[in-house]
């Protein structure tokens, strides 16, 4: 809502938006609309990689290695 206290009238105009645009969303749907826009190869591949090194986590925790693996996820992140 934006807002930490809102009045009775603030909240009702969100909720009257977000029934307006939940309609909306079934409308297009129900014309074989996409809703959601499928996520850019970018981030599948950064989720993929991200994933991948998580994967191996106990391994460097055997190893002792854990700043290794967080130095490694850093740059993912970062990217």
């Given amino acids: 809502m934006g807002k930490h ?3 009775v009238y603030s909240a009702m105009q969100e909720i ?3 029934q307006g645009d939940t309609e909306s969303m079934v409308a297009e749907l129900s014309l074989g609309c996409r809703v959601k826009a ?3 190869q970018k981030w599948i591949t950064l989720q ?3 994933q991948n090194v998580s994967t191996e986590y106990e391994d460097y925790k055997a190893d ?3 700043m290794e693996y967080l130095r ?3 740059c993912n992140i970062h990217l």
Avoid: G, L, T, Y
């Fill in 38 to 40: 499928a996520p850019r």
């Fill in 48 to 50: 993929e990689r991200i």
């Fill in 5 to 7: 206290h809102p009045d």
């Fill in 16 to 18: 009257q938006k977000e």
């Fill in 72 to 74: 490694i996820q850093s």
């Fill in 64 to 66: 002792d290695n854990v």
